[in-house]
């Protein structure tokens, strides 16, 4: 026994450095595949907390994060079904909050949002929305939801105004997908067409970050669509 003593002991090292190196391998497979479903960075793990701390600080009310969550299940963010976007009569029931109120709760966002204003009947995107679309969907900054509130002037029918309303939505949704080749924007983008029957905007919002300020006024804002991202921890 006492001859074969040694290769026994170098027998159980080594299994003992098989075992350990396999664990640590197992553990970086692991711990690599978490970043991959998480998206959580190796070298800043703390860099996403920040992100979503500082979001908690502006614009992330109790009223906010309630309307978001019922918005982002209800109008085609939860990745579940093919719905696709929230019209008027959606809006009313999921906020369940007035005109006012609706239009308070992205007051904070204004640094971040643009207005992109459209000629009156037109659902096409000129050159200075398509630049301030851009602008604003590179300007991410680790938010999960792009906001898109699509809305159309006073005058008019409210089935035109909701039909003209829903397709400036599309277009901004489809200048996205056409520019960025995003295959996960669907979860991201959450489009809401408010026609001229609820939340309409007031000339004061002209003072925004808008395309066209040389012809907005009272009808001209509510020929929009209101772009942001959005993050809120839920």
């Known amino acids: 026994m006492a001859k074969n003593g ?10 003992g450095l098989l075992a350990g190196a396999t664990m640590s391998v197992r553990g970086e497979v692991k711990a690599a595949n978490e970043r991959l479903v998480t998206g959580a960075s190796e070298e800043k793990p703390e860099s996403k907390i920040a992100t979503a701390d500082d979001a908690e600080l502006g614009y992330c009310t109790p009223e906010f994060k ?19 976007g929230c019209q008027p009569g959606d809006v009313k029931t999921l906020a369940s909050i007035s005109d006012d109120e609706f239009n308070k709760l992205f007051t904070p966002l204004r640094e971040r949002a643009s207005v992109v204003m459209f000629a009156d009947g037109v659902d096409t995107l000129d050159e200075a929305a398509k630049k301030a679309l851009n602008e604003r969907w590179d300007d991410r900054k680790g938010a999960r939801y792009f906001f898109v509130v699509a809305r159309a002037s006073k005058s008019g029918t409210v089935d035109l105004n909701r039909k003209l309303s829903q397709r400036r939505a599309n277009s901004v949704m489809f200048h996205l997908a056409d520019q960025y080749k995003d295959p996960e924007i669907d979860k991201k983008v959450g489009l809401l067409w408010l026609g001229n029957e609820f939340a309409q905007l007031d000339k004061e919002y002209c003072a925004w970050n808008v395309t ?14 209101f772009v942001s991202w959005v993050d809120c921890r839920l």
């Open 66 to 84: 309630q309307v978001l969550a019922r918005v982002i299940h209800a109008c085609g963010l939860g990745g579940s079904d093919g719905r696709r």
């Open 212 to 225: 066209h300020p040389e012809r907005c006024d009272a009808e001209g804002i509510n020929r929009s669509a």
């Open 6 to 15: 040694p290769v026994v002991v170098a027998l159980v090292a080594g299994a």
